[in-house]
């Protein structure tokens, strides 16, 4: 048995620029964690949201139930359900996602908005935005209230944001086809979200030899690129005293504290704000139970793949001023 094999590691990810990278990164423990996560990848069960919006979360379980399909609570978000033994078809089959009552979204996924915890009337820029599930999910957190700019670069990503948004009931958005790297400086957003274009080393699965073959150093080298240039634009046209949730759905520090110890470094207006709790859960990040990979920057969450959860990064930037630095 060679040291691969050892750890868990599936022979597709053997000997991968990927698992290089995460060998480098990660040590022993974490390390097995992770390859055990993306391991059990294909194993991950349905996971939806209510879109409050439509229906709330005691309608959406009573509504699971009446057609027989069991469901799980998230403990910190109410709004969320685990379906351990349904795929996904069968909820497209039901009423209530063909209403719009629910929205198909993986667990971590959920967790920038609620991280963002966007403020009722704010004014919102979600920067890469489709397919549309965070950009829905900050119209419920605010009840519909805050005023939405939602950009996508790509004309399909952009028209499959637009269907979603129309079927979701989601109103008050200014949709943006542009580039958000690109966005006018004289732009002021009271709360921004970047979930920025990334390899996907949290979602991938172990198995998966087409997928892991995407993930190269020109792959790693152009995201890198994409997501400083990003966070450079989301800290301009943030307003002082405004707040940025930076994500990416992946686990390497190149793409998540690497980028944000320098975009730091660059603007020397702004700080990093402890994740400390979710103010929209209630709930101290301790007690929420979402599995943890140790960061190189203190206050951020780096999320380990699991059998439910993908992995992924958040980071919380506020914006004050270079005196205040």
């Not at 380990?304 to 959860?309: I, Q, S």
Request: charged share 20%.
């Amino acid at each position: 048995m060679d040291e691969s094999e050892e750890r868990g590691e599936s022979p597709a990810l053997a000997n991968t620029f990927l698992a290089r990278q995460l060998s480098d990164a990660y040590r022993g423990g974490e390390l097995s964690r992770i390859l055990a996560g993306l391991s059990a990848a294909d194993r991950r069960p349905v996971t939806l949201r209510a879109n409050t919006l439509i229906a709330t979360g005691d309608e959406v379980g009573a509504e699971l139930s009446e057609h027989g399909i069991r469901w799980e609570a998230v403990p910190w978000y109410r709004d969320a359900f685990v379906l351990p033994e349904s795929d996904k078809h069968e909820v497209q089959g039901l009423p209530i996602y063909e209403n719009g009552g629910v929205y198909l979204q993986s667990l971590s996924s959920m967790l920038p908005p609620l991280a963002l915890a966007p403020m009722p009337g704010a004014d919102v820029l979600d920067m890469c935005a489709a397919p549309g599930g965070k950009t829905s999910q900050i119209a419920a957190l605010t009840k519909g209230t805050a005023r939405i700019c939602a950009c996508e670069l790509h004309a399909p990503r952009a028209a499959r944001l637009e269907h979603n948004l129309a079927k979701l009931k989601v109103s008050g958005v200014t949709l943006m086809r542009c580039d958000a790297r690109r966005l006018d400086p004289l732009f002021s957003f009271d709360q921004i979200l970047l979930d920025a274009p990334c390899t996907g080393s949290g979602t991938v699965a172990a198995g998966d030899s087409r997928g892991l073959a995407r993930i190269t150093p020109m792959l790693l080298a152009k995201v890198s690129r994409a997501q400083a240039a990003l966070l450079d634009r989301a800290l301009t046209v943030l307003k002082t005293g405004g707040t940025l949730i930076y994500s990416t759905c992946s686990v390497l520090p190149a793409e998540n504290e690497d980028q944000i110890r320098r975009a730091i470094q660059r603007h020397r207006d702004c700080k990093l704000v402890p994740l400390d709790d979710f103010i929209s859960t209630g709930q101290p990040k301790s007690a929420m139970g979402i599995p943890e990979l140790s960061v190189g920057l203190a206050g951020t969450l780096t999320v380990c793949p699991t059998e439910t959860y993908e992995g992924f990064y958040l980071a919380k930037i506020k914006k004050g001023s270079a005196q205040q630095k």
